[in-house]
């Protein structure tokens, strides 16, 4: 019994080791913008901002970049394709 939740926790973590070793990794080629460009790039025909703070969030806020879409972030299946690949995506959720 005791070998066998050895072998459980053991499993459990090299999973979520692998996953956030594979999550990482995927995140490292993906572009940053730091808000300065983006502030000089708003308005611009290949710029699509997408917002996507949780409902909460959203409701609550004071402060929302212009021209920003609203996107659930628990629903990326259903909307990540609705965007022209030959733009310039950026997403942000603070």
């Known amino acids: ?3 066998r ?8 973590f090299a999973a979520m080791t692998l ?3 594979a ?7 993906v572009p940053r913008m730091s808000t ?6 708003l308005g611009e025909p290949g710029l699509v901002v997408l917002d996507a703070r949780g ?16 996107v659930d ?3 990326v299946e259903q909307w990540a394709g609705n965007y022209d690949k030959e733009k ?4 942000y959720c603070a």
């Open 73 to 75: 972030p628990a629903a």
């Open 1 to 3: 019994m005791r070998i």
């Open 36 to 41: 300065d460009e983006l502030k000089s790039r």
């Open 23 to 29: 999550f990482a990794a995927g995140t490292e080629s």
């Open 55 to 70: 409902s909460w969030d959203w409701d609550g806020a004071t402060e929302k970049i212009a021209g920003s879409v609203r």
């Open 88 to 91: 310039t995506i950026v997403v």
């Open 19 to 21: 996953t956030a070793t």
């Open 5 to 12: 939740r050895h072998l459980i926790i053991t499993t459990l």
